[in-house]
């Protein structure tokens, strides 16, 4: 896909600030709506796009409007949601971030503590259940070591009760972005019911 010139008609094309989204050039100008790059096959590691240059001049032609509207989704990705009701427990907000490991997923989290709003995409979740357990693992081996032990004791019941919000806002997303109603956390209540939730949050995100 070639970057806007010049005298580019209006369209979708790369996002000249990165990342993996296209934004919309409304023939004169870079409009404020933007959606994942190649929403036909959207993935949660969708590849980024090569970064196109903002154009330096833009000349209109008469006959062509420069404020052409940037055309509304009916599925996929960044698709217009039909209206219902939004709130903490059920939002039609997208605000998936782009997460690439562990650290990512670090920040994202602890940047939306107590955010139930909105989604969560696979990689989100899992690098953050895979930092808690590695926190967890390394603390049961740290807890061998005398003197230390009792003080790493200390810590990881912090680091427990610290993170009970955000592993509760994570995972509320995380159903949300699979299809589920948040409701479906109190699974983890009834025997094999913690199972039967491990194998929603790991489907594939679903189109609103």
Known sequence: ????SSAASAGWYPDPAGGPFERWWNG????????????AGARDFAPAPVLPAVPAQV????????????????SGY???YSPRP??????????????RGM??????????YAAFDGRAGRPEYWYWTLVNAIIVVGALVALLIPVVGIVIYLALIVWAIGVIVP??????????DGGFHW???FLSFVPLGSIALIVMCALPSKHP
């Open 28 to 39: 004169a100008e870079w409009s404020g709506a933007s959606r994942p790059f190649g929403v």
């Open 103 to 112: 650290g990512d997923a670090i920040k994202v989290v602890f940047a939306k």
């Open 1 to 4: 896909m070639s970057h806007p």
């Open 78 to 80: 960044g698709a217009a």
């Open 86 to 99: 939004v709130g903490v427990w059920r939002s039609p907000v997208d605000n998936r971030p782009w997460v």
């Open 183 to 185: 409701a479906w956390l």
């Open 59 to 74: 000349v209109i032609p008469a006959a062509v409007s420069p404020y052409a509207s940037a055309p509304v989704a009916t």
């Open 167 to 176: 592993n509760l806002a994570v995972t509320v997303r995380r159903l949300r």
